[in-house]
């Protein structure tokens, strides 16, 4: 049986007659991609963008490979394998985030020997579907509606066609989705590892890769057998929490945080720890304030905390109509230190940040618990009735610091996953429909969050749709900013889909912040490879569009600045756009429609006859045939296109060009 865990591994001429972006990172493509936003006139974002868990469409080889780091052989993984080799096809039952996506991920990339995985929609109905090509395909969390159409001869007939594709399907059922007993051959329940060989494994990629050198790989492994890094390891079901041990034991062997602080770390992270630290705050203004700032911003630096936490204080002493706490006759109160302690929260060691262009020191804020924050929101959220809506309030009322829409965004988002009702994402709304760009970021990063959950990604597709069809700029403004973040790298299709709608309308309708959001939007999407040939098809439709439109002068300028600039534009420094050379070099074939209809527009023509006798000049003299190939393709696709005929004519006549009387050729 194969190792799952080790696959096989002058220019022509003839008659035929934007946007700003900025970037404040670079690109990091196993950590946070960059997000190329506009520059708006109330703050830059710090432009990260998550790489999401679920897609739909290909997920990236080098995104496998880091998700699967930590991997371990859970205890039902032979089944499942025997299973997924024996049928093509495997429907997983598990519980959320016990890794049963993750194990999922290391079957598909083992029985295809690490060939493709694509995502599909969880709604797919697999009674339908039928696989495109080779290669592995996962559904995560298929959906009530679309298990109940499962059946006996629908699976059978499911198998052979994956057999005769060579392709695998790995469909996780949610624990609790009712299964016909019919189904049995195909199902097997997922059982989680044991969190404490997937701390020892990750432990073990660690020192492989250069990240901890051996002292420091022993130090952690005693660690690991000592209480109570033992007992919080031997108390989780999750693999995430072998996970979380081991970057708490980094941090104390790299970087000199005590044991005792690491295992508090991992300790105070809890409900109950939530549930201490907000009765004890309950009764005084001061440190509630400052306990939700934290939960809303954690990470931020301390004196954006602290001040915008006094910003809180009146809505909840209006609320709940008690004091502030007593200076018992010291002028000075309570220090910001003392502050932090009584609500569980430290300020992490200097470092330095960099925004607008200058570099600051910066000390960022956490609570002494790992998971704490996100345990007193939820908390303040749902349990207390009027508590989102002020918190809300507080936030539409605050001036933009860099990063706020970043953080409190995400963290909004998380704890929508965790509320109930049909109308769960309202509280949104006005952030969507906000004149400020930073709220409607952050109204973009908490959908980008939700859209995550497999419960709610329908409703987060729902509103989506109704937003990009409203008249105002600023929600179409929304729907475009969320295509420009995890949104859009998990679902390209359907971002595709809405930018399209966004875009409706004449040239002179347009907004120019609709615009370079859309330009936005698009530079994120382009920052994965297998997404240049979807972009470039929805630029294509949108140029041959009738003229005066609002998507076919937008496909103009982005045609003409990938033929000089690069597209997306940015002003930042040592940073450029895709360029029709990038494109050509890596698969010329994507761009034989656009430069069909780049030929055909008047308004192009020129830039595009020069891009392509630029190009083929700075080929290698060994290159000439990969033109020759691409200039065949595009005179087999033109049809007796004029423009093409136009081109070919004059780049005939600039390489043999007619003789002067008298000269014998």
């Given at each position: 049986?194969?190792?799952?865990?080790h696959?096989?591994?002058?220019?022509?001429?003839?008659t035929?007659?934007?946007?700003?972006?900025?970037?404040?990172?670079?690109?990091?493509?196993?950590?946070?991609?960059d997000?190329?936003?506009?520059?708006?006139?109330?703050?830059?974002?710090?432009?990260?963008?998550?790489?999401?868990?679920?897609?739909e469409?290909?997920?990236?080889?080098?995104?496998?490979?880091?998700r699967l780091?930590a991997?371990v052989?859970?205890p039902?993984?032979?089944?499942c394998?025997?299973?997924?080799?024996?049928?093509?096809l495997?429907?997983?039952r598990?519980?959320t985030?016990?890794?049963?996506?993750?194990a999922?991920?290391s079957?598909?990339?083992?029985?295809?020997?690490a060939?493709r995985i694509t995502?599909?929609?969880?709604a797919?109905?697999?009674?339908e579907?039928?696989?495109?090509a080779?290669?592995?395909?996962?559904?995560?969390?298929?959906?009530?509606?679309?298990?109940?159409?499962?059946?006996?001869v629908?699976l059978?007939?499911?198998t052979?066609q994956?057999?005769?594709a060579?392709?695998?399907?790995?469909?996780?059922?949610?624990?609790g989705?009712?299964?016909?007993r019919t189904?049995a051959?195909?199902?097997?329940?997922?059982?989680?590892?044991?969190?404490?060989?997937?701390?020892?494994a990750?432990?073990?990629?660690?020192?492989e890769e250069g990240?901890?050198?051996?002292d420091?790989?022993?130090?952690?492994?005693?660690?690991?057998d000592?209480?109570?890094?033992?007992?919080?390891?031997?108390?989780g079901?999750?693999?995430?929490?072998?996970?979380?041990?081991?970057?708490?034991l980094?941090e104390?062997?790299?970087?000199?945080?005590?044991p005792?602080?690491?295992?508090?770390?991992?300790?105070l992270?809890s409900?109950?720890?939530?549930?201490e630290l907000l009765?004890?705050?309950r009764?005084?203004?001061?440190?509630?304030a400052?306990?939700?700032a934290?939960?809303?911003?954690?990470?931020q630096?301390?004196?954006?905390?602290?001040?915008l936490s006094t910003?809180l204080?009146?809505?909840?002493?209006?609320?709940?109509?008690?004091?502030t706490?007593?200076?018992?006759?010291?002028?000075?109160?309570?220090?910001?230190?003392?502050?932090?302690i009584?609500?569980?929260a430290k300020?992490?060691?200097?470092?330095?940040?960099t925004?607008r262009?200058?570099?600051y020191w910066?000390?960022p804020?956490?609570?002494?618990g790992?998971?704490?924050?996100e345990e007193?929101?939820r908390?303040?959220?749902?349990?207390?009735e009027?508590?989102?809506?002020?918190?809300?309030?507080?936030?539409?009322?605050?001036?933009?610091?860099?990063?706020?829409?970043?953080s409190?965004?995400?963290?909004?988002?998380?704890?929508?996953?965790?509320?109930?009702?049909p109308?769960?994402l309202?509280?949104?709304?006005?952030?969507?429909?906000s004149?400020?760009s930073?709220?409607?970021r952050?109204?973009g990063?908490a959908?980008?969050?939700?859209?995550?959950?497999?419960v709610?990604?329908a409703?987060?597709?729902?509103q989506?749709?109704?937003?990009s069809?409203?008249?105002?700029?600023?929600?179409?403004?929304?729907?475009a900013?969320?295509?420009a973040?995890s949104l859009?790298?998990?679902l390209p299709?359907?971002?595709?889909k809405l930018?399209?709608?966004?875009?409706?309308?004449?040239?002179?309708?347009l907004?120019?912040?609709?615009?370079?959001?859309?330009?936005?939007a698009?530079?994120v999407l382009?920052?994965?490879?297998?997404?240049?040939g979807?972009?470039?098809?929805?630029?294509?439709?949108?140029?041959?569009?009738?003229g005066?439109?609002?998507r076919?002068s937008?496909a103009?300028?982005?045609?003409r600045?990938?033929c000089t600039?690069?597209f997306p534009?940015?002003?930042r420094?040592?940073?450029?756009?895709?360029k029709?050379?990038?494109?050509f070099?890596?698969?010329g074939?994507?761009?034989?429609?656009?430069?069909?209809?780049?030929l055909?527009?008047?308004?192009l023509?020129?830039?595009?006859?020069?891009?392509?006798?630029?190009l083929?000049d700075?080929?290698?003299p060994?290159?000439?045939?990969?033109?020759?190939a691409?200039?065949?393709?595009?005179?087999?696709?033109?049809?007796?296109?004029?423009?093409?005929?136009g081109?070919l004519l004059?780049?005939y006549?600039?390489?043999?060009?007619r003789?002067?009387?008298g000269e014998?050729?």
């Amino acid at each position: 049986m194969p190792d799952p865990m080790h696959p096989a591994d002058a220019r022509p001429s003839a008659t035929y007659g934007s946007n700003t972006q900025r970037v404040t990172h670079g690109i990091a493509i196993m950590g946070s991609v960059d997000r190329l936003i506009f520059n708006p006139a109330d703050g830059d974002a710090d432009g990260k963008v998550v790489k999401p868990r679920f897609r739909e469409g290909p997920y990236p080889p080098d995104d496998i490979v880091f998700r699967l780091r930590a991997f371990v052989d859970p205890p039902s993984y032979v089944a499942c394998w025997n299973r997924l080799t024996g049928r093509q096809l495997l429907l997983l039952r598990g519980e959320t985030g016990t890794g049963t996506s993750t194990a999922a991920l290391s079957l598909l990339r083992g029985v295809t020997r690490a060939g493709r995985i694509t995502g599909l929609d969880s709604a797919t109905d697999l009674t339908e579907w039928t696989p495109s090509a080779a290669g592995g395909y996962l559904v995560q969390g298929i959906s009530p509606e679309s298990s109940a159409l499962l059946d006996e001869v629908a699976l059978n007939r499911l198998t052979d066609q994956l057999r005769v594709a060579q392709a695998f399907l790995v469909v996780i059922v949610p624990a609790g989705t009712g299964l016909p007993r019919t189904l049995a051959p195909w199902c097997e329940e997922h059982v989680p590892p044991d969190p404490s060989g997937v701390a020892r494994a990750l432990l073990k990629r660690l020192a492989e890769e250069g990240e901890l050198d051996p002292d420091q790989v022993r130090q952690a492994y005693a660690k690991l057998d000592d209480s109570p890094f033992k007992e919080y390891l031997a108390a989780g079901r999750s693999p995430a929490t072998g996970v979380e041990a081991v970057e708490e034991l980094r941090e104390m062997v790299v970087n000199g945080r005590t044991p005792e602080d690491a295992a508090d770390n991992l300790r105070l992270g809890s409900a109950e720890a939530a549930e201490e630290l907000l009765r004890k705050v309950r009764g005084n203004t001061e440190d509630l304030a400052l306990a939700a700032a934290v939960a809303l911003l954690e990470e931020q630096d301390r004196s954006v905390v602290e001040r915008l936490s006094t910003r809180l204080r009146p809505l909840l002493a209006a609320r709940i109509e008690t004091p502030t706490a007593s200076t018992d006759g010291n002028l000075l109160g309570r220090s910001i230190q003392d502050r932090l302690i009584a609500v569980q929260a430290k300020a992490l060691p200097r470092s330095v940040a960099t925004t607008r262009g200058y570099r600051y020191w910066t000390e960022p804020v956490v609570f002494r618990g790992k998971h704490l924050a996100e345990e007193v929101l939820r908390r303040l959220w749902l349990d207390y009735e009027g508590f989102s809506e002020l918190l809300l309030q507080w936030l539409r009322e605050l001036p933009y610091e860099p990063g706020l829409d970043h953080s409190a965004g995400r963290r909004i988002g998380r704890v929508l996953c965790q509320g109930s009702g049909p109308d769960v994402l309202r509280e949104l709304d006005g952030f969507a429909r906000s004149p400020l760009s930073w709220q409607r970021r952050l109204a973009g990063y908490a959908l980008g969050e939700v859209v995550q959950d497999p419960v709610m990604s329908a409703a987060v597709r729902v509103q989506l749709r109704q937003w990009s069809r409203v008249q105002r700029p600023e929600p179409r403004c929304t729907v475009a900013e969320t295509c420009a973040g995890s949104l859009g790298l998990a679902l390209p299709s359907f971002a595709l889909k809405l930018l399209h709608t966004v875009m409706e309308g004449t040239e002179d309708e347009l907004d120019a912040n609709v615009q370079k959001a859309v330009s936005a939007a698009f530079g994120v999407l382009l920052t994965e490879k297998d997404n240049r040939g979807p972009v470039l098809q929805q630029l294509t439709a949108w140029l041959v569009e009738t003229g005066g439109t609002a998507r076919h002068s937008y496909a103009v300028q982005a045609t003409r600045a990938l033929c000089t600039s690069g597209f997306p534009a940015t002003n930042r420094v040592g940073a450029r756009g895709l360029k029709f050379a990038d494109v050509f070099t890596a698969a010329g074939d994507l761009l034989v429609p656009l430069v069909l209809a780049a030929l055909g527009d008047r308004g192009l023509y020129e830039t595009m006859s020069a891009a392509l006798t630029q190009l083929e000049d700075s080929l290698e003299p060994g290159q000439q045939a990969r033109m020759d190939a691409f200039l065949t393709s595009l005179t087999e696709e033109s049809g007796g296109h004029q423009g093409l005929r136009g081109f070919l004519l004059a780049r005939y006549r600039l390489r043999y060009p007619r003789p002067v009387d008298g000269e014998f050729r």
